[in-house]
């Protein structure tokens, strides 16, 4: 298959794979208590797509926090998520079937997500779906947070497809952002805390992930005129 037959789909991991809304606040919430901040759910759906550092960073009121405290402040909060998941993973709808399909569909098959290592490894355990990468990229292997592209290029590269021809699947609209910066098509999954219309800039934006098969992902990547019409 020459470089311009491959194709591949670049999956998300929070709200794209596992449904991680509750399980990120309620650890963000814990976190910036133990710390004697107050966390809101404005501020935490602001951060969507973005490294914890990114946020702790950005949106921590009081004190100015140095790297050595904003690095602590990171690993605690992810610790908690890990502990919230791993009693009740939630694992998204349909998410293992679509990959499964595309793979099948002759799609090579990525990871491209801003958390850290042991978040996006320990979803992918549970999920089973190892063995039905090509790339995994996180947080630690990238220096810039969405909506910079460099995740997604940086997945797209590791499994030898042209960024033109990788479709990534999003729930966040700076994700979405980030997938055209790199010149890739875009699915928005309106996940718990997300609406179609903030997802508006996809070529096409879907509430389950039942919704896609491959024939989707082929009807995008043939076509080059006006957007898709959303779901729903």
């Not at 759910?41 to 921590?60: H, L, M």
């Not at 690993?75 to 099948?104: C, H, T």
């Not at 990871?111 to 630690?140: F, Q």
């Amino acid at each position: 298959m020459s470089r311009d037959d491959r194709k591949a789909a670049i999956f998300d991991m929070d709200g794209v794979l596992i449904d991680s809304y509750r399980a990120h606040f309620e650890s963000w919430q814990q976190v910036a208590v133990e710390n004697g901040r107050v966390y809101t759910e404005v501020q935490f759906a602001a951060g969507f797509g973005r490294t914890s550092r990114e946020v702790i960073a950005d949106q921590w009121q009081g004190e100015p926090l140095s790297d050595e405290q904003i690095a602590e402040i990171d690993r605690r909060k992810e610790w908690l998520f890990r502990e919230i998941i791993g009693r009740d993973f939630p694992a998204m709808d349909g998410a293992v079937e679509l990959i499964r399909a595309l793979v099948q569909a002759g799609f090579g098959i990525a990871v491209g997500s801003s958390g850290p290592p042991d978040n996006v490894h320990l979803a992918i355990e549970r999920l089973g779906i190892g063995r039905l990468l090509s790339a995994t990229v996180t947080g630690a292997d990238v220096k810039r947070g969405k909506p910079d592209p460099q995740v997604f290029l940086t997945a797209a590269e590791r499994i030898g497809v042209p960024p033109a021809r990788c479709v990534v699947i999003e729930d966040a609209p700076v994700g979405i952002e980030a997938a055209r910066r790199g010149g890739m098509h875009a699915i928005g999954v309106a996940s718990t805390g997300r609406t179609v219309e903030q997802l508006r800039a996809a070529d096409l934006v879907v509430h389950s992930l039942r919704e896609l098969t491959p024939e989707r992902f082929e009807e995008m990547l043939r076509k080059n005129g006006p957007k898709l019409e959303p779901s729903g």
